[in-house]
């Protein structure tokens, strides 16, 4: 009971002020002339602009694209190099890319796991040499990490992203950010590097191991919050809704952020009520927007939901459909279109 008592005290405080400084930093963590804004009031744009503007700007980009990739990939040359669209793809002007782009797409294999090891040198592009590069790699949560590069581009692009995300859900740079998070890497007792400490110092960030989510964690977990106060707090799906359960179950009080972001994994309506009800705060789904869009601007607008079900089977389709719906895209009626 004390301790529950003091939980609810420092649940009542407020938050934390935001610090200009740090995000200061990290808004020039990519270069002091902020190289990213330009991309993010591109995106900013974008998203401003009527549905099929939109549409035309994805068939445009997805068809610059497709062309750097048969020019330049070795494994989309082998691929795509003879297929007679891929050949019109080339050559057609801004107006006949737009149209082609979602034919060839359709058509192309999906990139799996096992494909990405075996053909990861013939994947690079044969332009890397002028652009600024480096080997990434997935978290290894699934087993194996699987590598890959980016280029500066995509970290650019992706900063703008995040930002745009951010802002939505009221997250100001500098604020104070919680992670219920974790890697398989770190797991497994590797360490930190210092450029990602540094980069979370910037952010204003600290996190929570989310692979360990015992009792008498999760109850250090509730501690930390109410020390830390953070005003945005971010996690995976399943994560978030299992510590707020437990919050909810032992009646724990923790303060309240500004706003939660949901990631890497399906946010299901009844989750997103429990965690909006224990947290007191609304619940921002980014995997959500991003898969909900790939299904719904690429899956569905070629397949009837026969032939999808065909190829991914019911379970992920199901998911699918959950994700759109979620996301308020009810698509076609009748059964011929998702």
Request: hydrophobic content about 40%; glycine content about 10%.
């Amino acid at each position: 009971m004390r301790e529950a008592a003091a939980d609810e005290a420092a649940a009542e405080r407020p938050l934390a002020g935001v610090s200009w400084l740090r995000g200061l930093l990290f808004e020039t963590c990519l270069g002091l002339g902020r190289p990213w804004r330009p991309r993010f009031e591109q995106l900013s744009s974008w998203v401003a602009r009527e549905p099929e503007e939109i549409r035309e700007i994805q068939d445009r980009l997805l068809g610059d694209l497709l062309v750097h990739a048969i020019r330049h990939v070795p494994y989309y040359r082998r691929l795509l190099g003879d297929h007679p669209v891929a050949r019109a793809l080339e050559s057609a002007g801004a107006t006949g890319r737009r149209q082609l782009a979602r034919t060839l797409l359709v058509q192309i294999p999906p990139l799996d796991r096992p494909t990405l090891r075996r053909e990861f040198d013939q994947l690079r592009s044969n332009d890397l040499a002028h652009r600024s590069w480096r080997v990434d790699g997935t978290g290894g949560s699934t087993g194996q990490p699987v590598r890959f590069i980016v280029d500066r581009e995509h970290g650019l692009w992706r900063f703008a992203a995040e930002h745009l995300f951010d802002g939505w859900a009221g997250v100001v740079p500098g604020m104070r950010r919680m992670r219920l998070w974790g890697s398989a890497r770190q797991l497994g007792g590797e360490r930190e590097t210092i450029g990602r400490r540094l980069y979370r110092w910037r952010r204003n960030e600290r996190s929570l191991d989310s692979f360990r989510m015992t009792s008498s964690q999760m109850r250090r977990h509730a501690a930390r919050l109410n020390q830390w106060r953070p005003g945005h707090l971010i996690g995976y799906a399943d994560s978030l809704h299992a510590f707020a359960r437990f919050l909810e179950r032992s009646g724990l009080a923790v303060v309240a952020p500004a706003s939660i972001m949901s990631s890497s994994g399906t946010l299901f309506p009844e989750h997103r009520r429990i965690i909006e009800r224990v947290f007191g705060a609304p619940v921002f789904d980014y995997t959500g927007s991003v898969a909900g869009a790939i299904c719904s601007s690429v899956l569905t607008i070629h397949y009837t939901f026969k032939e999808l079900e065909a190829v991914i089977g019911p379970k992920v389709l199901a998911c699918a459909r959950r994700i759109s719906a979620t996301m308020g895209w009810a698509g076609e009626k009748g059964g011929e279109r998702a």
